[in-house]
């Protein structure tokens, strides 16, 4: 897991104060002794508290679309994202609001003299990008990028994890590697170039026919198309490799059902890395991405662009690790029959 951020909480705690003073003083608001604002304000230095900023007592206002909504209500991923913004914002001592985005795009991001900026969390499509990049507003788009580059982001560097990935499975013997996907989203779509690319490289031409596409990120729409998979003829592949842990976890609950042994004759690999990988059956090995992190770096960019207006947008990519668990092992001989 990546390491943890220091939150106002644990400030508190070490200097016997409560939250309120804690964020007082971050704010740089009055009501806080001197000898205590000086020893919150060292605490918060000895151990990497990020201390406020120009944009501190300015309000950020998130815009979450529907897929993020709904991703709050099925996992865990946007979740992570809102908390490492909320502990960046008391950082900077930024208020931060939360919207659900609504149409037109342009009522989500209304002028509102208190708002610093925004942040735009998993917008639907490029047409949604495009339409915020023609508004007059700061806007930092999250787990998400500008393909035009008018708009700054942060997200996960999805083609290189899932090169990173299949270079794993590839590192266990397996050669028929199939990509279980939800199609849609330019950041999807990278993690199957990243799957090819790697492919391409060991000299493996990424078929088609192992690419497995589902409608719905819910693991019973994975486990069906996976089921559906498995019954179309002998199996002709040795590991999944799957664009999201829910899809994993569908495959998890097909091969189990079809009695395939994960990982002695299926390895399965998901990505996003949630907790609750450590609950599946076998334990989910997982690319991890730093979320919370991503939260965080989306206000760091909101206040560059604000104290910098005339900089260029800027597109960060952060790394993500693997965290091999029960589901991944050595590839096995493949069942006798066709190979496509």
């Known amino acids: 897991m990546e390491r943890r951020r220091i939150r106002m909480e644990d400030l508190a705690e070490r200097c016997g104060v409560s939250v309120a003073t804690v964020s007082r003083v971050l704010a740089d608001r009055p009501g806080v002794r001197p000898e205590l604002r000086r020893r919150i304000r060292d605490a918060a230095a000895l151990l990497g508290y990020a ?18 909504m709904v991703d709050y209500a099925r996992s865990q991923f946007t979740l992570h994202v809102l908390d490492g913004m909320r502990d960046r914002a008391a950082a900077l001592g930024m208020t931060l609001e939360t919207r659900t985005a609504t149409e037109p795009l342009a009522a989500n991001l209304a002028a509102d003299e208190d708002a610093a900026g925004y942040v735009l969390l998993t917008p639907e499509s490029d047409a949604v990008i495009a339409e915020a990049a023609a508004l007059d507003r700061p806007v930092v788009l999250v787990n998400a990028d500008d393909p035009m580059m008018r708009l700054s982001s942060v997200a996960p560097c999805n083609r290189t994890a899932a090169a990173r990935a299949t270079e794993l499975l590839l590192k266990h013997g397996h050669r028929r590697i199939l990509f279980l996907t939800r199609p849609g989203r330019r950041t999807i779509e990278r993690r199957r170039e990243g799957w090819a690319d790697r492919l391409t490289a060991e000299g493996i031409a990424p078929e088609s026919s192992l690419v497995v596409e589902v409608d719905d990120w819910l693991p019973d729409a994975a486990a069906a198309a996976m089921t559906r998979r498995l019954t179309e003829g002998p199996r002709n592949f040795t590991a999944i490799l799957a664009a999201g842990d829910s899809l994993a976890v569908g495959a998890l609950l097909a091969l189990a059902r079809a009695g395939i042994d994960v990982p002695g004759e299926v390895s399965v690999l998901g990505f996003d890395g949630l907790p609750q990988c450590d609950l599946q059956t076998p334990p989910l090995s997982a690319v991890e991405i730093p979320m919370r992190t991503i939260g965080s770096l989306a206000l760091d960019l909101l206040g560059e662009i604000i104290a910098g207006p005339g900089l260029p947008p800027r597109r960060v990519e952060l790394a993500c690790r693997i965290v091999e668990r029960g589901s991944t092992g050595p590839a096995p001989t493949l069942p006798t029959g066709p190979t496509d």
């Open 51 to 68: 201390m406020p900023s120009a944009v501190a007592g300015r309000k950020a206002i998130l815009v979450a679309s529907q897929a993020a």
